[in-house]
């Protein structure tokens, strides 16, 4: 047994027995090094090991510190059931523990705002903080124009309520999309047009005649790790959709809710772009720290902030301040920018893997779209094939699948499949695609 190896067994023994709780400091890296006459380059090494396994987590000029005491239970999980259909964040890598002290800080910094209604806009100290992280993203915002919602699910619903000062009343959606745009649609008795994104992108010809001919209002796109494909628009097609809008005077609805995870350093945000306050850019959390924390960013140009304050007024009086609080604590103490390398090495690795799969052991039958990064991929099927049948047949053998009629307005052609790996590690991965390969061959030789 070498060095590290032995000093990672004991920081694991340390963990079963309680000698090292959750959210507790490690051993000193010196600490260790004499412990095991060992040197302090070989404590880092088994420190950054266990990191990788999610079982610790480190802060910059900090040290170590445990992320979750009972890091057997991951292994104790049922190892039969492969999800591919979820969309929630793997919960073995959010920050539990640490988000749980920035919460019970908020408690005593914000206690007098927790007896009364905060402004409607947001915690004016977290909108500072959340304009400077913006900048990050190429997202360059005024005071004015950020407001923190409950949820990007909630700044959507508003947009599709409230009136636009072009006067317009219908919306146009990629097809698939975001299954909870065409609910508040639907909810909202709103007017939908769909759109065919592709991995190449939309049909700008066809873009340019629903503007032209349709009364749109907005345009959603979900630009970047599209839900459910995948796809990614090039920032030559980001130009051109804006073009477009700015042409035929439609807003955008920019949904960037998985940012965080780019590892294209060149790829900006169709708001980057915006030189005319077309685009509304909506920055989501759940994904990288909590789902029930209901926080997000949205960026309303001036022609629609009174309007937006009026309805988001209305709609809550105002965010969860606790959440709000939390979360700027949170951002400050620069947890949130470690946390992110974590969140981004993880689903990079799960793609790549995922990648390697497919193609060790692909169909001829399926064409796969797998992003370098992000929750989902995807693959097609041609018209013979019935998907829902193999979405049953798959449950039936504890793989998960998420139905794909969902993200279709009722009248679209429903070819594409989504698998999600956000709570997937390389061994369901492959488990479960071999599963997926078997019986989408299957169904191809019954028909």
């Not at 259909?85 to 919460?103: R, W």
């Not at 400050?332 to 981004?344: H, L």
């Not at 689903?347 to 995922?354: D, F, I």
């Not at 991929?377 to 041609?382: H, P, R, V």
Request: proline residues 3%; positive net charge; hydrophobic residues 35%.
């Amino acid at each position: 047994m070498t060095k590290y190896e032995a000093i990672i067994n004991y920081i694991k023994s340390e963990i079963s027995n309680c000698n090292i709780k959750s959210g507790q400091k490690l051993p000193s890296i010196r600490n260790v090094s004499e412990r095991f006459s060992c040197s302090k380059a070989t404590v880092v090494k088994a420190y950054d090991l266990m990191e990788r396994e999610h079982i610790v987590y480190s802060i910059a000029k900090s040290g170590y510190y445990l992320v979750e005491s009972n890091f057997k239970a991951e292994v104790k999980e049922d190892d039969a059931k492969v999800d591919f259909a979820t969309a929630a964040p793997d919960e073995y890598i959010l920050p539990y523990e640490e988000f749980q002290h920035c919460i019970n800080m908020a408690m005593d910094l914000y206690k007098d705002n927790l007896f009364n209604n905060s402004n409607a806009e947001g915690l004016p100290s977290l909108i500072n903080i959340v304009i400077k992280q913006l900048q990050n993203y190429q997202v360059f915002a005024s005071r004015e124009n950020v407001f923190i919602t409950s949820g990007a699910q909630q700044a959507i619903n508003i947009l599709t309520m409230m009136d636009f000062n072009n006067g317009r009343r219908k919306v146009l959606v990629e097809q698939p999309t975001y299954h909870g745009v065409l609910k508040s649609l639907e909810l909202n008795h709103v007017e939908t047009i769909g759109i065919r994104r592709i991995y190449e992108g939309i049909d700008f010809n066809e873009l340019e005649n629903i503007f032209k001919y349709e009364n749109i209002k907005f345009f959603y796109t979900i630009p970047r790790f599209h839900n459910p494909t995948g796809f990614s628009y090039s920032n030559r097609n980001k130009k051109r959709i804006l073009e477009l809008c700015k042409k035929y005077d439609v807003y955008i609805v920019e949904d960037d809710y998985l940012s965080d995870l780019e590892v294209n350093k060149k790829s900006d945000p169709i708001y980057a772009f915006d030189m005319d306050s077309r685009v509304i850019y909506l920055k989501s959390y759940s994904k990288v720290l909590l789902p029930g924390l209901r926080i997000s960013a949205a960026v309303i140009p001036s022609t629609l902030t009174k309007n937006f304050r009026e309805y988001k007024k209305w709609n809550d009086l105002n965010t969860s301040v606790l959440a709000q609080g939390a979360l700027e604590i949170y951002i400050k103490s620069g947890m949130f920018d470690e946390n992110i390398k974590k969140f981004k090495e993880v689903y990079t690795e799960r793609m790549k893997y995922l990648s390697e799969v497919v193609k060790n052991y692909g169909s001829k039958k399926i064409k796969w779209h797998i992003p370098k990064s992000g929750f989902f991929a995807s693959f097609e099927l041609n018209d013979n094939i019935n998907i829902n049948s193999i979405i049953e047949n798959l449950k039936l053998k504890n793989i998960l699948m998420a139905d794909t009629s969902k993200f279709y307005l009722s009248n679209s052609s429903k070819k594409i499949m989504r698998i999600s790996v956000s709570r997937t590690n390389p061994h369901k991965i492959k488990k479960g695609i071999l599963e997926v390969i078997e019986e989408v061959e299957k169904a191809g030789i019954n028909n």
